[in-house]
């Protein structure tokens, strides 16, 4: 906030928020509302992936995994950093969904000939069988989640969604750093 503005606030409580793009008249209410829901959309998403998942008798993030690879393999070679990067969750974590998509028959590890150090993640006919019998319920289910959007608002959602996945990462960050500030008693 430029110095000089006063903030609005009606009562005595900190507001979340100092950027005035977050404020309207000097209040943050809309900004706490946003991330309430926020919250209750990932927590509905989560619950819509977990029965995905459950339908096809697969962990979520197997389920995850395995639908990204299969979507990812269409246009590039996939391997466990592909897949770490597109669902930003750690590499060891896709490693160990792979090792049981492995197990279970829907993945294949393809190494490379060129170089035998690198190996590419490939789904199996099963795998592409399993997502096929849940095609309909995920269309279904996902066209009524996001039927309210306009393509235009959806196009604009996606950017802003990815833009704010890369902040939060660096939210993540700073908030790390300055609890440790706090915890040793320097000064934030």
Known sequence: MAKGKSKKVTRDIHLMVDRDELLFDGSD???RQ?????IAFTARMKSIIDGHAGIVELSPPQ?????SIMHLSASQDVN???????????GSFVTTSVGALVRKGLVEKVVDKADRRRVRLKETPAARNLISRLSNIQNRVNDVMFESLTRKEFEVLSDVLSRLMLAAESAVKLQSHLATEVQTGRTV
């Open 80 to 90: 466990v950093k592909t897949i770490s990067d597109h669902l930003h969750i750690s």
């Open 34 to 38: 946003f991330i309430f829901d926020t």
């Open 29 to 31: 209410e809309r900004f």
């Open 63 to 67: 389920y995850m995994v395995l639908t």
